[in-house]
């Protein structure tokens, strides 16, 4: 028993490694902040490309649906290898500028950037048939009140469905989100000194568990209030839209 | 003729294999109103809709103002049509996140490109004029489902639009509500705008419109005052809905 206790729960181990533990964690929160605000982006304009009317523009339509079939179809890490491997051959070969293919943009390192890039491409995906849920789930009756105001579909999606929708989908965005949190841990393996990537370090160095447990403890801290934070925006909702049977 | 408006011509329109409309010739003129009556399932209501292109027609042509707006399967610039032409839906369709006056500015802004003060002026004036001076600030959830379609209407006269179409506005409507927003109709007919609408209520037609059409199968069958149509009408479909209908 006090093996145990001692390889995993060992707190003046944790506290002795607070800094390299600590750095790790920002790592993570930098990469799914920044991570997760490009998908959310990516993934509206994925969404809102796939939303497009007419015969003309549907082979746009195509493509969206293709790259979000794919991207939802393959795991992570291999998009993660992919893109790192990638990005940083073509660089080598002199395919692309040394700017793009080793990105170092705003004294981050190359290995956060092409997390980065490869949580947007995925979590776009996904989120983007999150977004489409909630447009669909606008009633139809609001895109044609505001066509026949005149607007075009631009302008309604943006001032009548856009609004409404993102509204309806903010539980499912969150639940994304949290989940991507979680995946940051997969660009420990590109050798980014993320959470998880520190807690390997400190194993292979000591041989002591604590370094992985101080890293779920301070994912729990960041992703318990969130799904907190999901529970509390479905009962608001709730208490909105549906009135209660007694 | 000049002071035609909204005139269409061998509409057709179908959905798969059931032909809603099979070859509808009308022409509205500048201040008509028009009230369309007809058994459900007429193509009364798609009729309308065509004439906003909400729908699609398969043939035939749509004329608003002498522009030829619909003709040989394609369409002209549907926005600028749908501009000058206001559509009021049986379910409201209030955007529900925006005030009754956000409602009635949006599309004077984005569309018109009015400025702010000015849109929310005319706003508030149309709101009074569909007696809700008190609602401007409300939400659409606020609203009785009658306040609700009197914004619906004050929003589309914002666009300052040629015609009126009104899809069965009170259907949805709770008897006691269903006065206040047809006493708003009665203000805009006698205001001399050009109005379309397909309705249930007999009295208003009879009181109101210059002309009712009786519309059955995808056809017009019958047009004319409202008296004669109403009151005496020669064909025999026509006196079978108005039976079911008058009689209760």
């Not at chain 1, 291999?78 to 893109?83: A, T």
């Not at chain 1, 390192?109 to 491409?121: N, Q, R």
């Not at chain 1, 669909?136 to 044609?144: K, L, N, S, T």
């Not at chain 1, 940051?184 to 447990?213: M, P």
């Amino acid at each position: 028993m006090d093996t145990i206790l001692d390889l995993f729960f060992n707190f003046d181990f944790m506290w002795d490694h607070k800094d390299e533990i600590l750095d790790g964690f920002w790592i993570t929160i930098k990469l799914s902040l920044v991570g997760g605000f490009f998908a959310l982006i990516w993934g509206l304009i994925l969404s809102l490309i796939r939303q497009l009317p007419g015969k003309v523009l549907a082979p746009f339509r195509w493509i969206t649906i293709g790259y979000i079939d794919v991207l939802r179809g393959i795991p992570l890490l291999l998009v993660i290898l992919l893109i790192s491997n990638g990005l940083a051959t073509l660089a080598s070969e002199g395919v692309i500028p040394k700017e793009i293919g080793i990105p170092q943009w705003l004294g981050e390192s190359d290995p956060f950037w092409y997390g980065v890039i490869a949580l947007t491409l995925t979590y776009g995906a996904y989120m983007a048939e999150v977004y489409r849920a909630g447009i669909e789930a606008v009633p139809r009756g609001q895109m044609e009140a505001a066509r026949s105001l005149g607007m075009s579909h631009g302008q309604a999606m943006r001032y009548v469905i856009v609004p409404q929708a993102v509204r309806k989908v903010v539980p499912p965005l969150l639940n994304d989100f949290i989940a991507l949190t979680k995946d940051t841990a997969l660009i420990s393996a590109i050798g980014l000194a993320e959470t998880v990537q520190v807690g390997s370090d400190l194993y292979s160095q000591f041989f002591s568990l604590s370094g992985y447990t101080a890293g779920a403890i301070c994912f729990l801290v960041l992703t318990l209030p969130l799904a907190r934070l999901v529970d509390w925006q479905i009962k608001k909702q709730d208490e909105k839209f549906q009135r209660g049977i007694p | 003729m000049s002071d035609s408006i909204l005139s269409v011509t061998n509409l057709k329109k179908s959905y798969g294999k059931l032909e809603v409309l099979k070859d509808i010739d009308m022409e509205i003129k500048k201040g008509e109103v028009v009230c369309v009556i007809g058994p459900s399932g007429s193509g009364k209501s798609t009729l309308l809709r065509c004439l906003n292109m909400l729908e699609q027609p398969d043939g035939g042509t749509i004329t608003l103002k002498g522009n030829q707006v619909f003709g040989d399967g394609k369409s002209q610039d549907l926005d600028v049509l749908r501009r000058d032409v206001g559509m009021v839906f049986q379910s409201f369709n209030l955007f529900p996140n925006m005030t009754a006056e956000g409602n009635v500015s949006i599309a004077q802004r984005k569309v018109r490109n009015r400025k702010g003060d000015f849109c929310k002026e005319r706003s508030v004036e149309l709101l009074t004029q569909v007696g809700l001076a008190e609602k401007v600030d409300e939400y659409p959830d606020r609203l009785s489902g009658g306040q609700q379609q009197r914004v619906a209407i004050a929003r589309a006269l914002a666009m300052d639009p040629e015609v009126m179409l009104f899809d069965e506005v009170t259907s949805a409507l709770d008897p006691e509500l269903v006065k206040g927003v047809l006493d708003v109709m009665r203000g805009l007919a006698d205001d001399g705008m050009t109005m379309v609408c397909v309705t249930h209520e007999m009295a208003f037609a009879k009181e109101v419109s210059d002309r009712v059409i009786f519309m059955d199968g995808g056809l017009i069958v019958e047009q004319g005052k409202p008296e004669d149509v109403l009151g005496n009408p020669q064909e025999e479909r026509t006196q079978r809905f108005l039976g079911l209908v008058l009689d209760h």
